[in-house]
């Protein structure tokens, strides 16, 4: 059983342009979360997805930011217009439901804005 | 709303002393508590958890912690280091009454095993 998938490890983009992140969750998970790790800081949750709905978004910036979980594929973490600020790693995460299970984390999506 | 606290930004251990990690959490229902450990540009991976039963919780690589009820207190225990414990340590909770289901996560606690 794969664990959690992300990619790309690495992503460099240009202030302005779009990077887009994906994450494969675990086989048999239907919750994912995804997380942003700013340097020398903890983790901040962004956004809680199950399959084609968003369930908590409270911790995603208004603008430019977006997140979608479809039927069928990875889950989509999209940056319009990035920014310098947007530079940190992204971590997703999987669980099978809510309640009293772990989730499992992927590797995360370093993003460098150039 | 809930919360967590790693009073400690860094903790320092000579190898084969025993190592507790602190942490305490604010929640309005039942918690649900977790360890995660990260190392240098990895993921976090998963400790140990506390549902309910025995305050004393065993995990991963020899690990355990303390359900503290009263105290709101979770603290991360091993009985003797080892160098390669050095990682980045995290306390999280999820809130039984919190439909939302995220887990919030303290800040971190860098652990520091030296020879």
């Known amino acids: 059983n794969a664990g959690v998938m992300q990619n790309p490890r690495h992503l460099v983009r240009r202030r302005g342009q779009e990077a887009r992140l994906r994450c494969s969750p675990m086989k048999g998970h239907s919750h994912v979360y995804w997380y942003r790790q700013l340097p020398e800081e903890g983790l901040k949750f962004m956004v809680y997805?199950?399959?084609?709905?968003?369930?908590?978004e409270s911790g995603m910036p208004k603008e430019r930011f977006s997140a979608e979980f479809p039927k069928e594929g990875p889950s989509i973490l999209r940056i319009q217009q990035v920014v310098r600020g947007d530079s940190a790693a992204y971590f997703c995460?999987?669980?099978?439901?809510?309640?009293?299970?772990?989730?499992?984390f992927g590797q995360g999506t370093r993003l460098t804005v150039v | 709303a809930q919360s967590v606290a790693q009073p400690e930004d860094q903790v320092n251990v000579a190898e084969g002393n025993p190592l507790t990690v602190k942490c305490t959490y604010s929640v309005s229902g039942n918690p649900y508590l977790f360890w995660y450990v990260q190392y240098p540009n990895r993921g976090l991976q998963f400790l140990l958890k506390?549902?309910?039963?025995?305050?004393l919780v065993k995990g991963s690589y020899g690990f355990e912690a303390e359900f503290n009820k009263s105290q709101t207190s979770f603290h991360l225990k091993k009985p003797s280091a080892l160098v390669s414990d050095s990682a980045l340590y995290f306390c999280a909770v999820r809130d039984e009454d919190n439909q939302g289901g995220k887990l919030i996560f303290g800040q971190g606690t860098e652990l520091s095993v030296k020879p």
């Open positions: 995460a999987s669980s099978p439901r809510q309640g009293n299970t772990e989730a499992f």
């Open positions: 506390y549902i309910t039963g025995d305050n």
């Open positions: 997805l199950q399959k084609e709905n968003i369930i908590d």
